[in-house]
């Protein structure tokens, strides 16, 4: 005879299971429509795709201009994707580069990029042409 735990048991693990929810963190996106830059300094607008609750959890990315081989070649931003708001245009969000005082191939690949910075994994890479005609001495490098 079945005592009252093993028939009770896997009524709760069918219970358990059916309320699970996953998590998944906030998520932003590129919105400039830019690929060649023409100045030292930069403003890209982004946006975060939903807001945080209970299954949305807040993140923070790292946001960089780097080189063919990933070198940085300008400031880095942190962002954190923590906006709750549920309308959509209050999750728009800019955010100001200043480029290294370089000299930049025009032929070459640069890239904007977005990277988890709880996971280390890159939710984006965005290709960019830099075609900079004159030094702008900014200071900063």
């Given at each position: ?13 069918v219970k ?27 403003t890209v ?33 942190i962002y ?62």
């Amino acid at each position: 005879m079945l005592s009252p735990q093993e028939m009770l048991l896997p009524v709760l693990d069918v219970k358990l299971e059916k309320y699970h929810l996953e998590t998944t963190v906030a998520r932003i996106s590129v919105l400039s429509l830019m690929n060649t830059i023409s100045s030292l300094r930069v403003t890209v607008e982004f946006f975060q795709a939903e807001p945080v609750g209970d299954i949305i959890k807040e993140t923070s990315y790292r946001i960089c201009f780097v080189d063919e081989a990933g070198n940085a070649i300008s400031n880095e931003n942190i962002y954190v994707a923590d906006s709750r708001q549920p309308e959509t245009n209050k999750r728009f969000f800019r955010l100001q580069f200043v480029l290294k005082n370089q000299q930049y191939d025009t032929g070459k690949q640069y890239y904007l990029t977005i990277t988890n910075i709880d996971s280390g994994m890159e939710l984006a890479r965005r290709p960019m042409k830099i075609d900079i005609a004159i030094d702008d001495d900014l200071g900063i490098f």
